[in-house]
């Protein structure tokens, strides 16, 4: 934990997890070991939240859950992007990606 | 609450879950055990929070999915339900039609018992409102209130926030355009808009000053009379003429506001002018009782508290208003106030009518529910090979009851529907044929209540035939044992079904009995000798203004030359008037003292007295049974006479001769009696003729009193005696053209006004009777036709083993009559209990009449074997061949 923690943007955590899930079912225990290593732990996220966001997507209708077996053999409840949940993300990257541009550009300006 | 439980062992499960992991991977990075926890722990955040936060989430979900898992099902019920009574439209078609039948006579009716008795006054304190009046048992009689009474309980009572006061009337108004007009009155003090919260909605209600004195002459119109004969032109500030008088405008009333009569008879009652009430405090109390009060109880007093109060009032009033109220005025009357909750007397006695009504109503409601459960049982019987080849492929009880609601329910639910509009179309009609005698009318229509009550019922029903056994399971079995074979109909069906149809004969008897003692008692009511003629006699109203006929003489100038203008119209044979016309009831009533009566005991009586001109015997057709009426010339000579009716006359004087006999009537002058009039209805025709004195205009009499006030009537040879109007209208013209020609009407539409409530009642109570006859009828031929095809068989082999036809015609008209004469046995008996209930309503019979009995019997009878008739012949020509070969 060198580098300095990053506090998450608003609505980011949504496109994170939609991300996470889009090569496949993930439980949310693989949801966090993603997000955590992808961003090489720039991001102070809470596990808790993570939950409370996959559970509201699946309330949204944007993923379905089920009960199966983890790599190790265990019972654990994976989460499954569906079409909704795929036209999400989607929107949510071209959203990020115009932010993430736009930000860009007034950083790159001079007066 | 399992439920629940396992919902929160998922969210541990799940968190468990992560825990381990997190825990696992940080030990295999090196951590112990106890560090890895405690990390693990702070990269989560509030275990707590989180955890109830998604239960939360997965509550509300599961609660969502729950109820579109439901939605789904209930759409999948309705959408076979409907598919398969598609399949069958007669079935449909009847059991709709007579629910809705039956369903929307019960919400018309229902709808108008709510407008009329049940829904508040259109006050805001409608359950503090109270009729403020007197009681006199002793002569049987009920007086408004009298001023100086009234001016003592302002300042003594204490039950009361306020007592409105008024006295309606009517007068000639006339515009500034110069048209005459007349107009009805209402005398109000200052606080009757308070008390019944009512207010202008231009300009300004009465000031205090303006009722003293004289009062002052101000005016606040309504909005219809300004639109109608102001020209609804800007009136605030502008005058017109009210009797002669000169009277500022200064509040408009919108049409909405109403005082209690208002309420009561709706438009044709309509008060134009408001006027300022003026009572002097100066003047001595009088005896005079023309003042209706309404009192406002006071927040947490009791009716009964605020009466109390006021008879202890009452008690000591030979003390506190001697020159009124003497102590034997109070013995022999025994005056006492009365308080009438508003509601009560608004409503009057009509709710009585009307609750029978919802009664019959209901009993045809009855009938069509018997009748359409029987068409129900009769599907469930054809369905049932269907119904167990369901059950035996698996199909759950709960399933096929489920199913079975859903087509109940969608029939039920149509049938109210149709209900909802079938009565919107006869409360319209209803209000349309209604007699104008009946309260609250106009406000009768389609309520939120009665949209319920039909709503509720239509669900109601349908669940109830939803649930009424089908056959049970243990009778699945047996019918796939019999492999659908049946030769005949299982007695325990039959049983149900023929119980059901002598429920609605019985029913239909009671129906049909009530109706007739009415229409019964409505026949003797047209037989009544009234005592006068009502063919061909023409009567209008006239208010002379006061200031053109200052006294009794003027107005008397006026009645004669009116009534030889009139007389000498051609087809007119005699023209006079009176203060009031027979069935118009009487007005109040005189203290009339005999002379010399023939019981020496006999003292004063309050008697109605009806001021006479000459004519108005001729022109009514009213026999002079002894003596004479007098004419213009003999009145003019200034004779003091007096005619009393016939029955008054053996009152007072016994069998002796009443001619020349002397009467006090209200002051001290004597007058002699000249003739007696024919004892006639002056109330209503179902009542026994009312005593009453008849007085001519002239000389005045007591007080000086002159009558501008008069129903004129006219004799005529015509057979429409409207038709009369225009050459009357233009006699009054000539006369004085101050003076307007009101309410022209043909004696025969009072009489027929006079009948119309029960004429209305007896027309929908047959209207009810006969939907139930016809239901009825229906549902006879539908049980009897279906038991002959379903015992087809049977009879098939009854004729192969050589039963003639005629035997298999009385097989199943006997079963027929059989059924027929249970009901009525079983209607008869209910027709004595209910019996009661109309006889209040009846005139010359008695409510268990057993010539309307047998009649209605032998009706049903008819019906009846006209009912079994059809399915009888269709038994008779079965051929035995062809009905064995179907089994």
Known sequence: ???????????????????????????????????????????????????????????????????????????????????AGKRALKAQETRWADYVAAVGKVMRASP | MRRNDERWDDVDAELRFHFEERVEELVARGLSHETARRQADSEFGDVHAVRSGLVAIDRRMRRRRRRREALTLVLADLRHAARRLRRSPGFLFATVLTLALGIGAVTAVFGTVDAIALRMLPYPSAERLVRVQNTLPGIDDTWALARGQFLHYREHARGFDAIGLYRTGAGTVRSSSGDAAYARIALVNVDLPRVLSLDVSEGRLFREEESLGEGASVVIVAESFRRAVLGGAHVLGSTLELDGRVHEIVGVLDDDVRLPEEVRYG?????????????????????????????????????????????????????????????????????????????????????????????????????????????????????????????????????????????????????????????????????????????????????????ALALGLSLCIGIVFGLLPSGGRGAESRVLAEAGRSLTLSRGRRNVRNALVAAQIGLCFTLLAGAGVLLRSFAHLTAVEPGFE?????????????????????????????????????????????????????????????????????????LPVIFITPGYFEALGIAIVRGTAPDWTSLRAGARVAIPSAGLARYFWGSGDALDQAVIVGGP???????????????????????????????????????????????????????????????????????????????????????????????????????????????????????????????????????????????????????????????????????????????????????????????????????????????????????????
């Not at chain 2, 053109?548 to 004669?560: Q, R, S």
């Open chain 1, 1 to 83: 934990m060198s580098k300095p923690e990053l506090d998450l943007l608003l609505g980011t955590l949504d496109v994170l997890v939609l991300r996470a899930l889009s090569f496949g079912p993930l439980h949310g225990y693989a949801v966090a070991r993603f997000i955590r290593e992808g961003s090489d732990g720039a991001f102070r996220i809470l596990d808790g939240a993570l939950y409370t966001a996959l559970h509201r997507m699946e309330e949204r209708g944007w993923v379905v859950s089920s009960w199966g077996q983890s790599e190790k053999g265990k019972r654990a409840k994976f989460y499954k992007l569906n079409a």
């Open chain 2, 267 to 451: 438009a044709s009652s309509r008060i134009d002018l408001w006027v300022p009430l003026a009572l002097d405090p100066a003047e001595p109390a009088q005896n005079h009782h023309v003042f209706r009060g309404v009192g406002m109880l006071r927040d947490g007093i009791t009716l009964e508290a605020a009466h109390a109060d006021l008879a202890s009032l009452v008690r000591r009033f030979p003390e506190t208003l001697p020159t009124a109220y003497s102590d034997r005025f109070m013995e022999e009357t025994g005056y006492a106030p009365e308080l009438v909750r508003l509601r009560d007397e608004v409503v009057g006695g009509s709710d009585r009518v009307l609750w029978i009504l919802l009664g019959a109503v209901c009993v045809v409601l009855l009938i069509t529910c018997a009748n359409v459960a029987n068409l129900f049982l009769v599907r469930a019987d054809g369905r049932r090979r269907e119904m167990t080849v369901r059950t035996v492929l698996g199909a759950g009880a709960a399933d096929l009851a489920r199913h079975r609601l859903a087509e109940t329910l969608m029939v039920t639910s149509l049938a109210g529907l149709i209900g909802i509009a079938l009565a919107w179309a006869g409360m319209r009609a209803l209000v349309q044929i209604a007699p104008p005698g009946i309260p609250r009318l106009p406000e009768v229509g389609l309520t939120p209540n009665s949209v």
């Open chain 2, 534 to 606: 009502t063919d061909g006699v023409l009567t209008f109203n006239l208010v002379l203004p006061s200031p053109l006929y200052p006294d009794a003489a003027a107005t008397a100038v006026f009645y004669e030359r009116l009534s030889q203008r009139i007389a000498a119209l051609p087809g007119v044979s005699a023209a006079g008037g009176g203060t009031s016309l027979p069935l118009g009831g009487i007005p109040g009533c005189t203290g009339t003292t005999p002379v010399a009566p023939a019981n020496p005991d006999q003292g004063g009586e309050c």
């Open chain 2, 669 to 887: 002058a004597e007058s002699f009696v000249s003739g007696l009039a024919a004892d006639l209805a002056n109330d209503a025709l179902d009542v026994p003729p009312v005593d009453v004195l008849y007085i001519p205009i002239l000389p005045p009499a007591y007080g000086a009193i002159t009558v501008r006030q008069l129903s004129f009537v006219v004799k005529t040879t015509m057979r429409d005696p409207l038709a009369l109007v225009p050459a009357v209208r233009t006699a009054l013209r000539d006369i004085d053209p101050s003076v307007p020609l009101n309410r022209p009407q043909a004696m025969t539409d009072i009489v027929a006004t006079s009948m119309s409530r029960l004429t209305f009642t007896a027309t929908l109570l047959a209207l009810a009777a006969l939907m139930a006859l016809i239901v009825g009828a229906v549902g006879i031929y539908g049980v009897i036709s279906c038991t002959v095809s379903l015992r087809r068989a049977e009879i098939g082999i009854r004729v192969a083993l050589g039963a003639h036809a005629s035997h298999v015609r009385s097989l199943v008209l006997g079963e027929t009559l059989r059924i027929a004469l249970i009901g009525i046995v079983a209607g008869v008996g209910v027709t004595v209990v209910l019996g009661r209930f109309v006889a209040s309503l009846l005139y010359g019979v008695r409510p268990v009449d057993p010539l309307t009995l047998a009649v209605v019997a032998g009706l049903l009878i008819v019906v009846a074997a006209l009912a079994g008739w059809i399915p009888a012949m269709r038994a008779r020509r079965v051929d035995p061949l062809e009905a064995l070969r179907s089994v």
